[in-house]
């Protein structure tokens, strides 16, 4: 089980594991290192399946490695598109899906998610959960165009009916305005 | 491990967790009906040991009487006084702090916790804490003088030294104004 408050990723990796199962299926929405698949793939299990996008090919290289690394190759699907494609690939229904938004850390700083497509690939998640699902997004505001992302993610999160989505939100309050925010949303309903 | 984000409770119960040991010791700073007790005495084990402070003496009754349907009385000791004494009782250093806050549910609404003696309990929590160690708070805004004790909340956890505390705050975002919000303090510098 991940540790630690300081970080936004461990955070939204605790919060969307408890709706994962062994042998079920995953999506990294932003594979970029590779480094929430792991995860996914970890807690799906060898008979499980995860979904990995990015569209930059040194992301999915990258992510590539890391997985033969782990011995873990054979339970992901790397998927070169962006994330707002992922209803037209993925079979759901979806234990969970992670976006780690912004650039590719160690990447061309020019190339980050965009609101537009942000915002259409959340509600693409959305649709592929499955009862009892959770959505973990980490979405950065140091970067240019950040802000507005966040904005535009807090937004679409607020507005959803509260008697089909539990959604929270995570703020670092004791940081600077620059610092990550965490946004997990559940589709309620779960047989549990 | 507790489940599903639409629960304050289970939220702060989930990301104390974490920081609490077999054969530990955990503080209840509101023992109510001994929801929170219960779960922390979980967590020590046999070997560990909870302190559950509460000013009610119906609040202590209930979570004794939940205690020994439990099995757990020997490792929880029940103290009849205001959490803001708890560093005069409790031997530290301890894993986990937990405060819900607000009236005892079933009690008097008018006996609930105040802002001056509520930041004061926080700071002797924060006093007690070892490194690594997590302070979860829920916080009710929908009673009258809910709203001055979450600010007064927000207030002390946002200032503290971001070099020494880890600090987070956990809105339900597609609520209305008077949902609950979760802060969870974690003192750094575990050595894991």
Excluded: W
Excluded at 144 to 162: F, H, N, T, Y
Aim: charged share 20%.
């Amino acid at each position: 089980m991940p540790r630690g408050l300081n970080s936004a990723v461990k955070l939204v990796q605790l919060l969307v594991s408890g709706s994962v199962r062994n042998g079920g299926t995953a999506v990294d929405a932003t594979a970029g290192n590779g480094n929430d698949t792991l995860f996914l793939a970890g807690l799906v299990g060898p008979e499980g399946l995860v979904y990995a996008f990015d569209i930059q090919e040194k992301a999915l290289q990258a992510t590539r490695s890391a997985l033969e690394k782990a011995g873990m190759s054979g339970r992901v699907v790397l998927v070169r598109a962006g994330h707002e494609e992922m209803e037209k690939i993925v079979r759901g229904p979806v234990d969970a899906v992670i976006f780690n938004l912004g650039y590719l850390p160690g990447g061309e700083h020019s190339v980050t998610t965009r609101p537009g497509t942000t915002v259409r690939a959340l509600q693409a998640a959305l649709n592929l959960l499955r009862p009892g699902g959770r959505v973990g997004v980490v979405v950065y505001t140091g970067h240019p165009g950040g802000r507005e992302e966040c904005d535009a993610v807090e937004k679409m999160a607020s507005s959803l009916d509260g008697n089909l989505y539990n959604v929270i939100r995570i703020n670092f309050i004791n940081r600077s305005g620059a610092a990550p925010v965490v946004v997990v949303i559940e589709k309620a309903g779960e047989p549990r």
